[in-house]
């Protein structure tokens, strides 16, 4: 292997010095944003009872950890948000290869799909709560009605953009549906089939949120409500501290990405 001209090295170091600057700046902005609110809190230019400040919500956190009572709602808004995104996933698959694979079916079921996904969610909740009362099965189907009609409309659109010409050499080597379902369709799917799964987790959290909401006595949802209602606003932003660890372990993911990369690079100089 050729070693890289002075150009390339250049541009590489370029493009390194732009993704370090990049998480940097990202990192900065955050901390910014903390120091300006809690400054503006502690020199009353913002209201503390209303707008709370980072230290109470650090406050709340340490004595709900303390008390275990927050990992306890988390752990409950976990697990329904996870049994959401496990239906929508098999139901959202299983329905897209259905109207795949009977056109009329997918004609008749096109309109009510789009009907459906249309509807505001947070408007079907209450109805779920009367119809199915308010339990843990009720929250999972709240977490589902958010995520699966669109899920289910990408999915079948995809299905239907696969390659024509490798369909028709299927057809013509005498397969059937299934060998195009599981040789080309499925398979050249997966990219699209992953980028739907990680939007429709945060879906399904949002769903299982506004189920807590309404008709639920556990949960990081019935805990925003209860913050609320007694106007205790760290409580109600202690529950955004899991997005602050979910944009640690992105950063992390990062950080960790360009190490082995930087390593491979000295290893492939040796």
């Not at 189907?141 to 079948?156: D, E, H, K, T």
């Not at 205790?232 to 960790?256: E, M």
Request: net charge positive; hydrophobic share 50%; charged share 15%.
């Amino acid at each position: 292997m050729s070693e890289p001209s002075y150009a390339q090295k250049q541009y590489l170091l370029q493009k390194k010095h732009e993704k370090q600057f990049v998480s940097v700046a990202r990192i900065l902005v955050f901390l910014c944003f903390l120091g300006l609110w809690e400054l503006s809190s502690r020199l009353g230019w913002i209201d503390s009872f209303i707008f709370s400040s980072p230290s109470q919500i650090a406050v709340t956190f340490w004595n709900m950890c303390m008390d275990q009572s927050l990992f306890t709602h988390i752990g409950i808004t976990l697990t329904e948000t996870l049994l959401s995104f496990l239906f929508v996933v098999v139901l959202g698959i299983g329905t897209a290869v259905l109207l795949w694979a009977s056109p009329r079916l997918s004609r008749i079921a096109e309109p009510y799909l789009v009907v459906l996904n249309s509807l505001p969610k947070s408007a079907l909740a209450p109805l779920l709560i009367v119809w199915l009362g308010a339990n843990e099965r009720t929250i999972v189907v709240a977490g589902m009605s958010v995520a699966i009609f669109g899920s289910i409309i990408n999915l079948y659109t995809g299905f239907q953009d696969v390659d024509p010409e490798k369909l028709k050499l299927i057809d013509t080597l005498g397969g059937g549906k299934k060998d195009e379902l599981l040789k080309i369709v499925l398979p050249s799917s997966i990219p699209l089939i992953l980028s739907i799964m990680k939007v429709n987790i945060g879906l399904c959290l949002v769903g299982v949120i506004i189920g807590e909401f309404i008709g639920a006595r556990e949960g990081l949802g019935y805990l925003i409500i209860y913050g609320s209602q007694t106007f205790i606003c760290a409580c109600i932003l202690t529950h955004w501290l899991p997005c602050f660890f979910c944009f640690t372990l992105y950063i992390t993911r990062y950080i960790v990405v360009w190490i082995h990369l930087r390593n491979k690079i000295s290893q492939s100089r040796r």
